[in-house]
């Protein structure tokens, strides 16, 4: 399984960024998808969470009424809705699979990590 995290850039503050996370590799696992993302000296801070069936979704303090995650099962992809976003935003994104179906808040239970995407949010 590879997971391919896209839709990075550099926007102003107030803009917002769609991400994607495509899951490719044939898997007929279920999976839950997460969201992480690092700043630079920072640990991994947790963004977002959808669980298998789309029914559960939980956030990060910091992004709650921000962000808004999604997934799209047909296409075996992920989605990151970003808007109002402010300069603290500004990290490597990373999206992840958890095949337990959990929707876990800490990085180390998820199984497969895509390679990150960079978003610069400018004053």
């Known amino acids: 399984v590879q997971l391919q995290a896209s839709g990075g850039g550099t926007v102003q503050a107030g803009d917002s960024l769609r991400l994607s996370c495509e899951v490719s590799g044939g898997t007929n696992r279920d999976y839950a998808i997460g969201w992480f993302r690092q700043a630079p000296r920072k640990e991994r801070e947790f963004v977002a969470v959808?669980?298998?069936?789309?029914?559960?979704?939980l956030y990060g303090d910091s992004v709650k009424g921000r962000f808004t995650i999604s997934r799209d099962k047909r296409k075996s992809t992920g989605y990151l809705e970003m808007s109002s976003l402010k300069p603290e935003d500004t990290a490597v994104y990373y999206c992840?699979?958890?095949?337990?179906?959990?929707?876990?808040?800490?990085?180390?239970?998820?199984?497969?990590w895509g390679q990150g995407t960079q978003v610069t949010v400018s004053s």
């Open positions: 959808i669980s298998w069936s789309g029914a559960v979704t």
């Open positions: 992840a699979v958890d095949f337990s179906q959990r929707t876990q808040v800490v990085p180390n239970p998820y199984d497969v």
